[in-house]
């Protein structure tokens, strides 16, 4: 079996088992430091990343019933010339497995594709989001703060050449929600050899 | 349980399949730059990168031929191929991974005597290499 369609069956399998654990309750919101009632958000996203880039990005996160979310994100990181641009998109699940009045823990899975000149790469991250909402004075507002560790599995070619890795990542940001207003940043570092980091700032909308 | 414990042998099973012997910091998330061992064979000021691809062409071309045999001679013959040929168009970050390509395979051919003259040859066209596109990505 090729490498790609490894690890989008690996993928799928462990979306299916996840979901055997998920309750069937609330929205998968509030471990992504969503507003718990909307359906989703869209945003754009922009930041700093380690090795003097620039991110630029967007994402979509939409909420289904039985405690399913589905998110995608793209980003383009550019580094200073001579070195080329990295692009990479995403699509994935969150899947709740526990949910309070103001608490979620979800579990997240997803299928990474990314280019760097003549890089390809292929990756799985499986993390553990974990959200705490807190509604503040006035209507309709919020602040949300998120973890999420994951483990990443990775798989990258070079021409005809390729290289397996798995490495350990995690991410930490506050989101800020006031009626369909979104804001937020988001700190992301992974604890390997190429110990990459990056920062970003989101801007969007909800869903009602 | 039993199905988290197939779960977890199943990626397990996964994870360790696909593992690269050669070079895996040609493989980076993060921009290319040559191996810190390779630049430190020469102290010299540097060549710029396109001055090294005849000497690339004829490493991958005539000096690998005595070297060893297939498939690791492959590996140097084409990873230096693609070095040049990236050179040639400006793409220093994939000229810097086939550098680290070649220079791993080449440290895993099997030792015979009559190939060291190509080896430390081929060591020196790919440590100059590296070299040359380290102070061509400093600048």
């Known amino acids: 079996m090729s490498p790609v369609l490894r690890q989008v069956f690996l993928g799928l399998v462990l979306v299916l088992c996840s979901s055997a654990f998920g309750a069937s309750s609330l929205g998968a919101q509030l471990c992504r430091g969503g507003r718990p009632e909307a359906l989703g958000w869209m945003a754009l996203t922009a930041g700093v990343a380690a090795a003097d880039a620039s991110v630029i990005g967007g994402e979509v996160v939409w909420r289904f019933e039985q405690g399913l979310q589905l998110f995608g994100d793209a980003d383009i990181t550019a580094y200073p010339r001579p070195d080329p641009t ?3 998109v995403a699509v994935g699940a969150g899947i709740e497995l526990f949910v309070g009045e103001r608490f979620g823990v979800c579990t997240t899975v997803a299928f990474e594709r990314e280019r760097m000149g003549d890089l390809r790469a292929q990756r799985i991250p499986i993390g553990l989001a974990m959200g705490w909402s807190v509604p503040l004075a006035g209507v309709e507002r919020h602040i949300g703060f998120t973890l999420e560790p ?3 599995h990775g798989h990258a070619r070079v021409a005809r050449w390729s290289h397996g890795s798995d490495f350990v990542s995690g991410r930490a940001g506050m989101i800020y929600v006031a009626r369909r207003l979104l804001l937020g940043f988001e700190y992301e ?3 390997d050899d190429d110990a990459r980091w990056q920062t970003i700032a989101r801007v969007g909308v909800t869903f009602n | 349980m039993r199905r988290v414990g197939v779960l ?7 994870a360790c399949s696909d593992r690269s012997i050669v070079a895996p910091e040609s493989y980076g998330r ?3 730059r040559p191996s810190a061992d390779l630049v430190a064979m020469v102290d010299l000021v540097p060549f710029t990168p396109e001055a090294m691809r005849s000497a690339l062409r004829h490493g991958a071309d005539e000096m690998t031929r005595a070297v060893s045999v297939e498939p690791r001679q492959r590996d140097v013959q084409d990873a230096m191929r693609l070095a040049a040929d990236d050179i040639g168009i400006g793409h220093y970050d994939s000229a810097c991974r086939f550098v680290g390509i070649a220079f791993g395979a080449l440290r895993a051919l099997p030792d ?3 190939s060291y003259p190509d080896r430390d040859g081929i060591r020196l066209i790919l440590a100059l290499t590296a ?6 990505m400093q600048r």
């Open chain 1, 150 to 152: 994951f483990y990443v």
């Open chain 2, 30 to 32: 993060r921009p290319c």
């Open chain 2, 131 to 136: 070299h040359a596109l380290s102070a061509e």
């Open chain 1, 189 to 191: 570092n992974a604890f």
């Open chain 1, 86 to 88: 990295r692009g990479r």
């Open chain 2, 112 to 114: 015979s005597a009559g």
């Open chain 2, 8 to 14: 977890v042998l199943l990626f397990a099973a996964t």
